[in-house]
């Protein structure tokens, strides 16, 4: 089984500063890695992905991942955030041979401050 | 593509009324999946199909859910006997095999 843990529930940041939000994970089998976004009231977006190759992932909206094998992370980062970005931000992880479903974390509220 | 769609938005009900939601999955996705959210949970899986057939469901579905997606394209979701404990956001989402999952907007039960 895997799980997926975000450390920090809420993190507030001023507009312009750079913000990461941590990711860390737990399997036995390789995984793929994604992040979602989630506004008020709406379903889940997807940002970026990590499936093989490069460990440094880039995403919409600006955003990037590091894949981190022998820490078992996948940290989202961002430059620069914007008071648009705003909004729930959810890790996952989804075995690489299975039906693919995905074991979310419990979600990361970034809120952007002027 | 016109996006994964879910009906309704919104529902509440009183506790031990059936419901039944529906999600209509982007058109050429083969595999759509079902997920539960609570206040302050990322989502939880539930169960999903690829076409027409149910291949994983979740220990969360408890006897009293049942989906269907009769015909390999929409799926519905029914809840007999709804209890306060089945208050949440029902997500669906859809994919193309196991390619990016792609997630509707949800329906927000409230069972008072």
């Known amino acids: 089984a895997q799980s997926v843990t975000q450390l920090d529930s809420q993190v507030p940041v001023f507009e312009e500063a750079p913000v990461e939000l941590r990711c860390n994970y737990s399997?036995?089998?390789?995984?793929?890695l994604f992040w979602y976004v989630q506004y008020p009231n709406q379903g889940l977006q997807l940002l970026l992905k990590?499936?093989?190759?490069?460990?440094l992932v880039k995403g919409i909206n600006g955003f990037e991942a590091e894949f981190n094998k022998s820490q078992t992370s996948f940290h989202l980062r961002k430059p620069s955030v914007h008071i648009s970005d705003t909004a729930e931000y959810f890790c996952?992880?989804?075995?690489?041979?299975?039906?693919?479903?995905?074991?979310f974390g419990t979600g990361t509220q970034l809120k952007v401050e002027l | 593509d016109t996006g994964v769609s879910q009906n309704p938005r919104h529902k509440i009900t009183k506790r031990g009324q059936n419901v039944t939601f529906r999600c209509d999955p982007i058109?050429?996705?083969?595999?759509l999946y079902w997920y539960r959210q609570t206040l302050g949970q990322g989502p939880e899986f539930l169960t999903y199909?690829?076409?027409?057939?149910?291949?994983?469901k979740s220990r969360l579905l408890s006897d009293r859910f049942s989906a269907e997606r009769p015909k390999g394209s929409f799926s519905t979701l029914e809840i007999q006997r709804t209890e306060q404990g089945d208050s949440a956001m029902y997500l669906c989402?859809?994919?193309?095999?196991?390619?990016?999952?792609?997630f509707g907007p949800g329906t927000r039960l409230t069972v008072l």
């Open positions: 989402a859809s994919s193309f095999a196991v390619d990016t999952q792609y």
């Open positions: 399997s036995s089998v390789s995984v793929y």
């Open positions: 990590y499936l093989s190759g490069s460990t």
């Open positions: 996952a992880v989804s075995m690489t041979g299975g039906g693919n479903k995905l074991t």
């Open positions: 058109s050429e996705h083969n595999r």
């Open positions: 199909f690829q076409n027409e057939a149910q291949l994983e």
